[in-house]
Nanobody, 121 residues
Framework: QVQLVESGGGLVQAGGSLRLACAAS????????MGWYRQAPGKQRELVAR???????NYADSVKGRFTITRDNAKNTVYLQMNSLKPEDTAVYYC???????????????WGQGTQVTVSS
């Protein structure tokens, strides 16, 4: 079993920055992908950014050039540095981990509890 604990959300003015962190604990194999999704009120959950265990990243077009995802494999922690924040970035941000389960030959998905990010105009 894997647990994901997010931190770093809060209230910030437009143009400001926040850094989210997600610490994973439990049985974590090296073959995994971690990332961040967000869900604004009345909208579907959407991908923000993901990073593989070897550092391959992908971003939503809406955050490219403003957000940076990184990870520390030794700490099983993934970070999301958010710069130039906009009011439309306001959402609950969820940490996600897809971890390879060799016994089932597939990835198992885990979610954190979410952290609120509010950007005021």
């Amino acid at each position: 079993q894997v647990q994901l604990v997010e931190s770093g959300g809060g209230l910030v003015q437009a143009g400001g920055s926040l850094r989210l962190a997600c610490a994973a604990s439990g049985t974590i194999v090296s073959r995994n992908v971690m990332g961040w999704y967000r869900q604004a009120p009345g909208k579907q959950r959407e991908l923000v950014a993901r990073i593989s265990s070897i550092g391959t990243t992908n971003y939503a077009d809406s955050v490219k050039g403003r957000f940076t995802i990184t990870r520390d494999n030794a700490k099983n922690t993934v970070y999301l540095q958010m710069n130039s924040l906009k009011p439309e970035d306001t959402a609950v941000y969820y940490c996600n981990a897809d971890i390879w389960a060799a016994t089932m030959s597939r990835f198992i998905t885990y979610w954190g509890q979410g952290t609120q990010v509010t950007v005021s105009s």
